[in-house]
């Protein structure tokens, strides 16, 4: 079984900052890529960010240089720091770990007042 607990979302002014945190648990063996995707109400859901095992970032368009991935070295412990904040970041928060399957968090919600 593997487990993600994510934490961090809330409610935040546009222009703010929020920062989630997904700690990975279980039958995981070694490291591997993590990412973040969110889904804003009547939408899909979309990419955020991924890093992999050797710390290489993508990152969806809508939030370079504003969101940053990151994560504990040697540990399946991935962070997202968001800055810059804008109502459209409004969405469910899923953090991910790619083994053999993609797991999924519970989901936090970030909601983004104009």
């Known amino acids: 079984q593997v487990q993600l607990v994510e934490s961090g979302g809330g409610l935040v002014q546009a222009g703010g900052s929020l920062r989630l945190s997904c700690a990975a648990s279980?039958?995981?063996?070694?490291?591997?890529?993590m990412g973040w995707y969110r889904q804003a109400p009547g939408k899909q859901r979309e990419l955020v960010a991924t890093?992999?095992?050797?710390?290489?970032?993508n990152y969806a368009g809508s939030v370079k240089g504003r969101f940053t991935i990151s994560r504990e070295h040697g540990k399946n412990t991935v962070y997202l720091q968001m800055n810059s904040l804008k109502p459209e970041d409004t969405a469910v928060y899923y953090c991910?770990?790619?083994?053999?399957?993609?797991?999924w968090g519970q989901g936090t919600q970030v909601t983004v007042s104009s």
């Open positions: 279980g039958s995981i063996f070694r490291i591997n890529t």
């Open positions: 890093i992999s095992s050797g710390s290489s970032t």
């Open positions: 991910t770990i790619r083994l053999a399957y993609t797991y």
